[in-house]
């Protein structure tokens, strides 16, 4: 019971995180704390790879960078109910007002003194791609944190992928897993089914309003500076 449900009484998963604790050096318990199993994948918590930046001793603690690119309105394509006769979901064109809060995870190399900067997320990536919108998302709750979460894992993909060992983080697996769930269909196998719409269908009566959201933690522990935010 001192484990995680995914491991009581699974020695596969068990077997999986003891070899991959083996890999990287560290505690089989560690792993089993981070490494959730959903439908079959293995994902690392978003915390822990952050987390397994900043005890590589490769960096600096990583930092974030916010920058607010105001009020934008944002077109994204959700998918209807499935035609009862065709099996096939019908695309659905909306638009959102949003906040475009950006964000980028950076770091200083210790060795070289270099500033890294991972990939830059944005409230605007995330309600295009999916990520927003979908059923139980923290997004609009937790954007600042969010959106920090994302881009710590985009500076591991650019600087130290091994760390992620060919892996997603929860959230992006939870993101993909909805996405999947909808059953969606290419776009030209629709229109094919339905006749290619003329116009896109109208924007929602009531426009979703992106609220920003607590200041996001630094990840590692350490209490948080007032320099944070920005490179000293």
């Not at 916010?66 to 096939?88: A, C, F, M, N, S």
């Not at 900067?117 to 609009?140: C, H, I, L, P, Q």
């Not at 059953?183 to 006749?195: H, M, Q, S, T, W």
Request: net charge negative; glycine share 6%; proline share 5%.
């Amino acid at each position: 019971e001192l484990v995680p449900k995914a491991y009581q009484d699974k020695p596969q998963n068990v077997m999986l995180a003891m070899e991959m604790a083996q890999r990287m050096g560290v505690g089989a318990v560690i792993v089993m704390q981070n490494l959730d199993i959903i439908d079959g994948r293995q994902s690392w918590k978003s915390t822990f790879v952050a987390s397994m930046i900043n005890t590589c001793g490769r960096y600096k603690p990583l930092r974030y960078k916010y920058e607010d690119r105001g009020l934008i309105d944002v077109t994204y394509t959700e998918w209807g109910p499935r035609d009862p006769q065709t099996g096939k979901s019908r695309p659905i064109q909306k638009t959102a007002k949003i906040q475009n809060l950006a964000c980028t995870a950076y770091a200083e190399e210790i060795v070289t003194g270099e500033i890294l900067f991972g990939e830059t997320v944005t409230v605007e990536m995330a309600v295009k791609d999916g990520w927003y919108f979908r059923s139980n998302s923290k997004w609009a709750t937790m954007t600042r944190q969010m959106l920090a979460y994302r881009s710590a894992t985009f500076f591991a993909r650019l600087y130290e992928p091994h760390l992620l060992n060919g892996m997603r983080t929860t959230d992006e697996l939870y993101d993909i897993t909805d996405m999947q769930n909808s059953n969606a269909n290419p776009l030209d196998k629709v229109n094919n089914a339905f006749g290619t719409r003329s116009q896109p269908i109208a924007k929602p009566e009531s426009e979703p309003q992106i609220q920003d959201a607590q200041e996001v933690h630094d990840g590692h522990g350490g209490q948080s500076s007032d320099d944070d935010d920005e490179i000293a």
